[in-house]
């Protein structure tokens, strides 16, 4: 299956500033990658799609505008937090959908602390 | 809207045992099932799938048994071991692919 490399693992900042998170895939060429976020005791909740070469698809609720995403190759997809909130602190995790085998592959996630 | 709801949130069992964890679903139009294992601060792993055409999957020790007139599947694990002991994921997904629907999660702790 493919393999998925999310960077950084964890990363806490002051709360205004701006959070990349990088996801890759490394043996597998994804058009689509998917951002998922997890808070606490709760479910994987799917925040936006990352189509290469085009705008990202962003759910219902999810503020486009400070969840900025990037996806500028078939291997490496962006997430960048604009103006981090403490209620921003979450679980982030991006996935690479394989559809040969019908799989969802997913990174080792970033724990975003906000101060 | 939960679309998938594992209603157990945690579950705990001896080593040896059986362990059994139950997801339900509200849309008939998923046919396609998954079921993830994770650990702390890490990403989810792929542990088995089931396909709606059938209403078992097997491999090793885990077992997934699909009910689609129930809406329901879940998952067995035997012999349950120290190891399984993490949070488990169901998905679900519809015939367009690609976008996948996740329960809240079972907590499963494997007792020695």
């Known amino acids: 299956g493919a393999v998925v490399s999310q960077h950084p693992s964890r990363v806490i900042c002051k709360s205004g500033t701006s959070v990349k998170i990088e996801c890759r895939s490394l043996?597998?060429?994804?058009?689509?990658m998917f951002w998922y976020r997890q808070f606490p005791k709760q479910s994987l909740m799917l925040m936006a799609t990352s189509n290469e070469g085009s705008k990202a698809t962003y759910e219902q609720g999810v503020e486009k505008d400070k969840f900025l995403i990037n996806h500028a190759s078939l291997t490496l997809s962006t997430l960048t937090v604009t103006s981090a909130h403490p209620e921003d602190s979450s679980f982030y995790i991006c996935?690479?959908?394989?559809?040969?085998?019908?799989?969802?592959?997913f990174g080792s996630g970033t724990q975003l602390s906000v101060l | 809207d939960q679309q998938v709801k594992q209603n157990s949130p945690s579950l705990s069992v001896q080593e040896g045992r059986i362990s059994i964890l139950n997801c339900d679903y509200t849309n008939s139009m998923f046919d396609y099932f998954l079921w993830y294992k994770k650990y702390p601060a890490e990403g989810p792993t792929f542990l088995i799938s089931i396909s709606s055409i059938k209403d078992k999957n097997e491999d090793g020790r885990f077992t997934v048994f699909l009910n689609k007139s129930a809406k329901h599947l879940s998952l067995h694990i035997v012999p349950s071991q120290p190891g399984d002991s993490a949070v488990y994921f169901c998905a679900a997904s519809k015939n367009t692919g690609n976008q996948f629907y996740f329960g809240t999660g079972t907590s499963l702790t494997v007792i020695p």
């Open positions: 996935s690479v959908y394989d559809g040969y085998n019908e799989k969802l592959f």
């Open positions: 043996d597998f060429q994804a058009t689509t």
